[in-house]
Every structure is written in structure tokens, then in C-alpha cells.
């Protein structure tokens, strides 16, 4: 049974369409990214995810029935991009006030904390107020307060921004961490590396419509564009085949580009013929900031090459 399911959602602010019938849904325990460029409607299906906008169209189901905002919203952990702590109160008494309101006794709200501070190394910050935090700091805060209250389900609108290294690995460990003992969490980001590290699966949302969805695996085999990446001590500018081209140079290597229906082996064959001693001959994927610039501009992921033509 999965999670949460999105079916046909909509939502317009005046003619827009924000959201324009986006469905998908998330197994329980994964991590899943929710993908799109700036204004692509990534926060207003959150919104609607969080029971804070209604859908004009569409249903959402949660844990194997419908959603119901204020029931389901205790088992929701929600860290939006713009932050929402009280700057004035202490970081201690914030952190319980919070778990407090989200259903928590003192006492385990107390005990989760101290834990919590442990863990992301806040020991010494439970006297200081919110307005004596750096950026960083404020963030490893807001994610505690997200995560305190154990919810199935954690939606982090880019909670690395503002985040060193050292505190970005913190907060990505709790994250495996969090989704093994059997939390879905939604990670909502435009860093794209950062989806290929910790995403399973993914959404790609553009202008309102959802263009892309599948695990992350699957959608680089789909626009994979055949290209290898071939190290060998040999001039490849003399290598004249119908089997590829030769596109570039990259670290010392030649990239090629097969033509279609062309195998690996037909390659090397052809390769060994040559004289050429093969080091090393490796398939380059596409990486997800490839993909997501192909389909947003529409630009072929290839032309990251052409300067070393
Ligand atoms: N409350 C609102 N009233 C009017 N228009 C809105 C409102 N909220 C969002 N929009 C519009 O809906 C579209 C989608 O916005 P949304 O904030 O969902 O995008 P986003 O993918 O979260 O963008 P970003 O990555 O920049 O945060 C945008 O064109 C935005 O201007």
C-alpha cells in the first residue's frame, strides 16, 4: 500500500494553472524527489499535500484512505523553505513547545530532544535564542522540529540550503536514517546532484504538468544517448568508422557516440584492430541535471562536449 497517492491534482490562483493534473504516488520507507525549475508548482502541491491549500480538482489518499488534513497532519512532518520559528524564544523551549503541539507528552518530547541535540551536535544551543543562529544552524534546528514528532511521512522543501559540508552530511545520514526505520520522506530541491544521491525516485513537475517519473536508475537508461567514455594511448582523431563518432575529450579520454544498433563489442572489435591498447571503456549516463536541462530547455545533454571538439 502505498503512503500517499496523488490523483489528477489541480489547483489555478486566478487563470494560472499552478498545478495542472499531476498524479503520482510513494511507497512507504522511500525517498522520493519533487523536482521542477523555479514557479514549476513543486510548493502548491505541497500545499495541498499539507492540508494548507485545498485542490480545486483531483483527490489525494494518505496511508490507504483520504486524506484528512487535520487528522493526518500529526503524521506529517512539513519543512518548508522559508522558516517559521519564533526568534525571540529559546531554542530549548522552542524545540519542546513544537513537539508539545504535535501530540508529544513532555517527557518524551524532553527526551527526543536531547537525543536530537546530541546527534546533530545542538548540545550547547539549548539556551540560545533563535536570532543568535547562524543560517545553518536555524536549519539543523527546523529539521528536528520536523522530524521530533516521528511522521510516516517528512516533506524537506532544500533543506541543505545555508548547510556547511560537515552539517549537509549530518542532516543526509539522519535522512537514510529517518527512511530505514520506515519514514517516506519528499525531498523538494532544484540541486540535482543531491537527488542522485539520496532520491530512489523521482517527479520532474514543469510549468504545471508532471514530465517525468520513474526511480532514478530507470530515467537515466532512458536518455542514455550512447556515449562512452574510452581511455587508450592512441590518437582518436584517426579512428574513421560508421560505428561512432568522436565527439570529444574529457579527462584524457575519448568520448564516442555509437550509432544506433551499434554493440559494445563491435567497438572494441574494431578498436583492437586498430592497435589501440584500451585502458578503460566506460557508458557515460546522463546525470540528472542533464536530464532535467534537456527536458526544461529542451537542449540535447551532448553539447556539454562541444567546447573540447
Ligand atoms: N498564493 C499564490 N497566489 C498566486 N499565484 C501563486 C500562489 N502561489 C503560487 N503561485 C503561482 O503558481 C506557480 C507555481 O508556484 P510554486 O510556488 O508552486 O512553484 P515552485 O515550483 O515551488 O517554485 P520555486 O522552486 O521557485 O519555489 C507560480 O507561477 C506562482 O507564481
Redesign the pocket.
Known sequence: MNILEVNHLVKH??S?K??DDISFSIAPGSIFGLL????????????MITGIFFPDAGSISFDGRKFQPEEDIAQIGYMP?ERGLYKKMKIGEQALYLAQLRGMSRADAMAAIKDWFVRLEMESWWNKKVEDLSKGMSQKLQFVTTVLHRPKLIIL?EPFSGLDPVNANLIKDEIFRLAQEGATIIF?T?RMEQVEEICKQIVL?NK?KKVLDGTVDQVKQDFKEHLFAVGAAADAGQWQTPLFNVIGQKDQKAIIKLQDGVSNNEVLQYLIQQGVSIQSFNEILPSLNDIFIKIVEGTPTARKFDASL
Open positions: 490562483f486566478a494560472q499552478a498545478v521542477g525549475p523555479n514557479g514549476a508548482g513543486k510548493t502548491t502541491l505541497i500545499r523553505e522543501d523538494s532544484h513537475v504545471g
